[in-house]
């Protein structure tokens, strides 16, 4: 039986930015950002409203096609719920199409919304691993989604269901001598366009050098920060789409040759890097300011939150 939730329920959910991949965890390495999405939604007895304000306002739909909204319905669907009328308020400060998980936050944070209005109604609210595996569902893979739920670092992974797949994920403690850095272009860059690049087959050689590459870096990211440099070489993803986004291949070709452990962020163009040092080199950032990109220091990103009423965001 599905019931209808009364109007005048709110709740806002806040959610991370996230990095995938990290190199050679292609699909299953995930690290959530200091860069956060809020959403406030309401319900009220009939019909939608949805509001965008910051990245995304005037480019994104504004019906029931909205990637908020449908998580927030695949949300209420989970727990037997339904709100006849919803009001949802998207406030936005992660970029869209830059590889930094905007799809993700707008699931997770969905998903995280309709939990916190159904739980006002006498329904248990998600948990941590339903929402890892709704969100995955929406992505097709669990690294992003993993990050933004759980915060972090995160391994997620797929295993094979009775008639769908199984995503789960586990945190990962990012060692306190690491600092982030996000490079971010103006240019966009879509994770459907970009995963065509890559090949459908790969040889031995290569599976065998990202298997160790991934092995070896969740060591540097929570025991070995000096490895970083060997942890985050890739050959089954980032040379493949190199020539689709020549400007952020070339950025962080300067990243490495300046010695700071750059990786495209899941499927580009912001670069993503991972320094033992708190400080970027002259020649990195002079080349970020030549071309475009803008370089922000980050901190590890919290999990999603949700809560009754209207919330700030961190």
């Known amino acids: 039986m599905t019931r209808n939730l009364p109007p005048g329920l709110t709740a806002t959910a806040v959610v991370a930015a996230s990095s995938a991949n990290l190199g050679p965890g292609f699909d299953s390495m995930g690290l959530a950002l200091s860069l956060y999405d809020e959403i406030v939604v309401e319900t009220t007895e009939s019909g939608l409203v949805v509001e965008v304000d910051g990245e995304g306002a005037g480019q994104v739909p504004l019906d029931a096609s909205h990637l908020v909204v449908r998580a927030i319905e695949r949300g209420l669907r989970e727990v037997g719920a339904a709100a006849p009328g919803l009001i949802v308020r998207c406030r936005n400060d992660i970029p869209h199409s830059r590889g930094l998980g905007s799809s993700a936050a707008a699931v997770v944070g969905g998903l995280a919304a ?59 403690a990012l060692h306190p001598d690491i600092h982030v850095f996000t490079a971010v272009p103006q240019e966009r860059s879509s994770t459907a366009e970009t995963r065509v690049l890559l090949p459908e087959q790969i040889s031995h050689t290569d599976a065998r050098f990202n298997l160790s590459r991934a092995a070896l870096l969740v060591v540097a990211l929570t025991q070995r920060p000096d490895l970083l440099m060997a942890a985050t070489e890739d050959v089954l993803h980032q040379p493949q789409r190199a020539a689709a986004m020549p400007a952020s291949a070339e950025y962080l070709a300067v990243f ?30 002079d080349h970020g300011r030549e071309h475009g990109f803008a370089v922000a220091r980050m901190s590890v990103g919290d999990g999603v939150t949700w809560t009754s009423g209207v919330a700030a965001r961190p």
């Open 114 to 172: 309709a939990s916190g209005l159904a739980a006002q109604d006498g329904s248990t609210a998600l948990t941590p691993e339903q929402l890892v595996q709704m969100s995955a569902e929406f992505e097709g893979h669990p690294d992003n989604a993993a990050a933004a739920v759980l915060g972090g670092a995160v391994v997620s992974w797929t295993e094979s269901g009775a008639g769908s797949p199984v995503y789960a994920a586990a945190p990962i």
């Open 256 to 285: 490495r040759r300046c010695g700071i452990a750059a990786v495209l962020s899941g499927a580009g163009p912001s670069v993503l890097a991972l320094s033992t040092t708190p400080d970027l080199p002259a020649e990195v950032l």
